[in-house]
């Protein structure tokens, strides 16, 4: 059983919104650091916005702030990314990933691209995202 599933995904023009999901099952989000992260072929992974349980911060990565907004629904065990003024350089294939709160901090977590082989943590499949005319 995938320990994340993301969506809400798809085609968008630029300037219009969409809110991704990730929905997690086997885990308990409380117990996470909690990131988005995107990438685009041939880059490197980026962290877009990341959320600590353990101490209430949250990260967003500059190009994102005041346009994304990182969200969650605690009975739902689900955490949610609000994207809104979308543009082209928005596109990419978007991740849910955590790590436990007591190994990373939300900006560390952002600022490190997530957790790598052999680090405690999961990965999403990831939801693609297209900010295109």
């Known amino acids: 059983q995938v320990p994340l599933v993301e969506s809400g995904g798809g085609l968008v023009e630029p300037g219009g919104s969409l809110r991704l999901s990730c929905a997690a099952s086997?885990?308990?989000?409380?117990?996470?650091?909690i990131g988005w992260f995107r990438q685009v072929p041939g880059k490197e992974r980026e962290g877009v916005s990341c959320?600590?349980?353990?101490?209430?911060?949250?990260y967003y990565k500059d190009s994102v702030k005041g346009r994304f907004t990182f969200s969650r629904d605690n009975p739902k065990n689900t955490v949610y990314l609000q994207m809104n003024s979308l543009k082209p350089e928005d596109t990419a294939t978007y991740y849910c990933?955590?790590?436990?709160?007591?190994?990373?901090?939300?900006?560390?977590?952002?600022?490190?691209?997530?957790?790598?082989?052999?680090?405690?943590?999961?990965w999403g499949q990831g939801t693609q995202v297209t900010v295109s005319s």
């Open positions: 990933a955590v790590r436990p709160h007591y190994l990373t901090t939300a900006e560390r977590m952002c600022l490190t691209g997530g957790p790598t082989t052999g680090e405690a943590g999961y």
């Open positions: 086997g885990i308990f989000l409380d117990y996470y650091v």
């Open positions: 959320i600590s349980n353990g101490d209430g911060s949250t």
